[in-house]
């Protein structure tokens, strides 16, 4: 669904969480205020629920901030802005991350990031959706072309860009966040964001990589109930409630996939293996890791100079893992 014009001038009237009559609505809009209500229910489809009391008028059920092209473009550093060579801020998209796959095939240049507001196809890992409602996160997507080595040289990027964004986390105050092998955002057992990582191109050539990013900032309990997991959001780590502001986050996280990405054609995962190694919040913990069809008990024992997740079988034996899915108990954290 698209959002109006209107609803984007109501939802920036609302913005604060105080209550506004239909009345002032209405005039500021230059509408009737039966279509102002009618707007307002078109919101409630975005996941946007609003309070409507006799008297008061209406409020959203929590102050939302709206991205900002200008905000977030002004945040970026000096150095990164000749790294970033396009940016786009969206209402709504099928996937951020199809987004810029679809133009990466029409040769877009390396650089290219959008966010969103709203997904309404959002993409998690091994085809899940990821839940998507509109304002109240950050879903945001970065195209960047690697010249040599092929898509093997983009081995390991997902757990690079998993310490960039603690590293966003805890220069906002956000201690009890960690990482889950190979592309999770964890904080007391449960997940907080994930990253897609997805790869075309050449096996020996230039490839260009999609880096996707969703972070929960808000989720309401109804939006929660449509998650398959455990999952956790910023506003439940901070004990006022309050997050830091959406685009000051966004163009935190713009200005550190930025460094990476940049650096890794280069570098690869090895510098940043011991600072994910710090992050890792399965070290040591049983567990059940998936691989296809199959499912091996054990142990996860960190992950090796390569970035494959180690695992201690039930037999003893340690085998490394390029890919699968590792399950846990939260009780065990």
């Not at 570098?267 to 890791?289: F, H, K, N």
Request: hydrophobic residues 40%; charged residues 15%; aromatic residues 8%.
């Amino acid at each position: 669904m698209l959002i109006s014009d209107k609803q984007k001038q109501i939802l920036a009237l609302l913005a604060d969480g105080e209550f506004h009559s239909g009345t002032e609505l209405a005039e500021l809009l230059g509408v009737s205020r039966s279509a102002i209500c009618k707007q307002l229910n078109g919101l409630a489809v975005l996941g946007l629920q609003h309070a409507a009391i006799s008297g008061k008028g209406y409020r959203l059920e929590k102050p939302i901030e709206l991205l900002d092209y200008s905000k977030i473009k002004s945040l970026v550093s000096e150095v990164n802005h000749a790294y970033l060579t396009h940016l786009e801020v969206h209402d709504t998209l099928p996937s951020t991350n199809s987004y810029l796959a679809d133009l990466a095939q029409n040769q877009a240049p390396s650089g290219f990031a959008c966010f969103a507001e709203h997904q309404t196809a959002g993409k998690g890992r091994r085809g899940r959706q990821w839940i998507s409602p509109y304002g109240c996160n950050l879903y945001l997507s970065l195209l960047w072309r690697f010249q040599q080595g092929g898509i093997a040289s983009t081995s390991g990027l997902s757990l690079a860009i998993g310490v960039a964004i603690i590293r966003v986390l805890k220069s906002q105050g956000y201690t009890d966040v960690g990482l889950k092998w190979p592309n999770d955002i964890y904080a007391q057992g449960k997940k907080l964001g994930g990253i897609l990582i997805e790869v075309s191109g050449e096996s020996d050539g230039p490839c260009a990589v999609v880096v996707g990013l969703g972070l929960n900032l808000y989720l309401s309990e109804a939006q929660g109930q449509e998650i398959t997991q455990d999952w956790i959001d910023l506003t439940q780590l901070t004990p006022s409630g309050q997050t830091i502001g959406r685009n000051k986050l966004a163009s935190a996280v713009l200005n550190e996939l930025l460094i990476i990405v940049n650096n890794y054609e280069l570098v690869g995962i090895q510098p940043y293996l011991a600072e994910w190694r710090s992050y890792d919040c399965l070290m040591g913990m049983p567990a059940v890791l998936h691989v296809g069809q199959n499912t091996v008990d054990g142990v996860v024992e960190g992950i090796n100079e390569q970035g494959l997740l180690l695992f201690k079988k039930t037999d003893g034996s340690l085998q490394a893992y390029a890919s699968g899915e590792v399950s846990f108990s939260a009780t065990h954290l």
